[in-house]
């Protein structure tokens, strides 16, 4: 299960299957995998990763969706030396290869540079303060094991002390198959937490983004107070090809994108990259108005420290 390691820099991350291309001196224009435009790599970044033609929204990191939503260094990350125990004894075997749990971590940990598929801590938006997950989709597609389910369940039981909502992104391919019945497991743990903030009368918001499927679909992704969605973003319990393998049917495009779960009632809106921060910045003063009397206490605090000096 979960438990607490030092794991040492692994410089700068690799790829790993994120379908994002690398932006460097020598590559100077990207792709739109939708559209097929070529894409001045500085516009669009300038343009926080956005196609400029189609609106195709590119996979951002956590880190990259921190900066993107909280306020300049602002973010305090919680819980970073986390990382997976092997429950189950896995054994990858395909071939002449044989492939351990462990192993396979090593290995993305050194690929992607993070230790898991969320990073957790609190920050401000708009000088508002919050609790915040965010998921990864380069960490073995974001699946939720162990760690997640705790890390994300601690960032709730920060905000349930600090008396500050919470904002989980969530991006993933569903439960880790590694830890079986324990990623399973976090479906509830999480859901559990969720409820106790409920009965806090704190505000949860969730932020859906591409891809978002399986067990964290089924679980904390669809339990906000207010749940958003990025702009064509793959929402569902499985993805359409698995649907249709198992149906035996060919379904309509876009049926498991997250306009289709917006016009069915399941999410709340769904909104531009560009105008997330302002969103959540406004949700922020009108879930939270403990939020505001934090603010006014800590700057009146930050006040009479000065004085005292």
Known sequence: MASEAAVPSTGQPENNGFQ????????????????????????????????????????LTAH????????????????????SGDPLQFVKRAKD?????PDKLREEIKKS?????????YATIEKLPLALA?????????????VVG???????????????????????????????????????KTSAALAKLGEAGLPYFSLITDPTTGGVTASFAMLGDVSLAEPGALVGFAGPRVIEDFMHIKLPEGTVNSEFVLR???????IHRQQLRETLGRL???????????????????????GEK
Request: proline share 3%; hydrophobic share 40%; with cysteine.
């Open 20 to 59: 994002q291309p690398r932006t460097t001196t020598g590559n100077l224009v990207v792709k739109c995998p939708k559209c097929k435009e070529i894409l001045l790599a500085r516009e669009w970044e300038k343009n926080q990763k956005v196609c400029m033609r189609c609106n195709y929204h590119f996979k």
């Open 64 to 83: 990259e969706r921190i900066k993107l939503l909280v306020d300049p260094e602002s973010f305090i990350e919680i819980d970073a030396g986390m990382v």
């Open 97 to 101: 290869e044989v492939q351990t749990y």
């Open 113 to 121: 540079g993070l230790n898991e598929a969320v990073i957790s801590g």
């Open 134 to 146: 965010i998921m990864d989709f380069r960490f073995l597609g974001a699946s939720m094991g162990s």
């Open 150 to 188: 705790e890390k994300i369940t601690r960032a709730i039981e920060l905000a349930i002390k600090r008396r500050i909502p919470v904002l989980v992104s969530s991006t993933s391919g569903g439960a880790r198959m590694h830890e079986g019945t324990f990623a399973l497991m976090q479906m509830a």
């Open 264 to 270: 069915h009632g399941m999410i709340d809106a769904v």
């Open 284 to 306: 922020l003063r009108f879930y939270a108005p403990d939020a505001l009397t934090w603010m006014k206490k800590s700057a009146v605090t930050a006040s009479s420290q000065a």
